[in-house]
């Protein structure tokens, strides 16, 4: 999940499968606080999971980025990075 939206606590009490979750410093959607959240519950449910946050980014951070601001791209082409790891490892 790159910038997760729309997800809770609860959401993850149930997850079952490997998840890696990519998220923002300054996100209004997905906040820090609520990202650790999510990595608490995953590690107690033993479930291989990723969690990340980016600093000095927001919401949205790995598609919506000025490609002239070189800290923008590096943290995007990380992420997406990130992500394409986790699926080479996971998605066969």
């Known amino acids: ?17 490997p998840i890696a979750i990519l998220g923002a410093e300054h996100d209004h959607i997905s906040p ?15 479930v291989d999971s990723y969690v990340k946050i980016f600093p000095k980014v927001a919401h949205g951070w790995s598609v919506r980025y000025d ?12 992420a997406q990075q990130d992500m394409l790891e986790w699926f080479a490892k996971y998605v066969k």
């Not at 999940?1 to 499968?17: A, E, Y």
């Not at 606080?33 to 449910?45: G, N, P, R, V, Y």
């Not at 070189?70 to 082409?77: G, P, R, T, Y």
């Open 67 to 78: 490609v002239n601001d070189l800290a923008a791209v590096s943290s995007a082409n990380e």
């Open 1 to 17: 999940m790159l910038h997760p939206s729309f997800v809770t606590v609860d959401d993850f009490k149930s997850v079952k499968v």
């Open 32 to 46: 820090p606080e609520l990202l650790k959240q999510f990595d608490e519950i995953l590690k107690a449910s033993e």
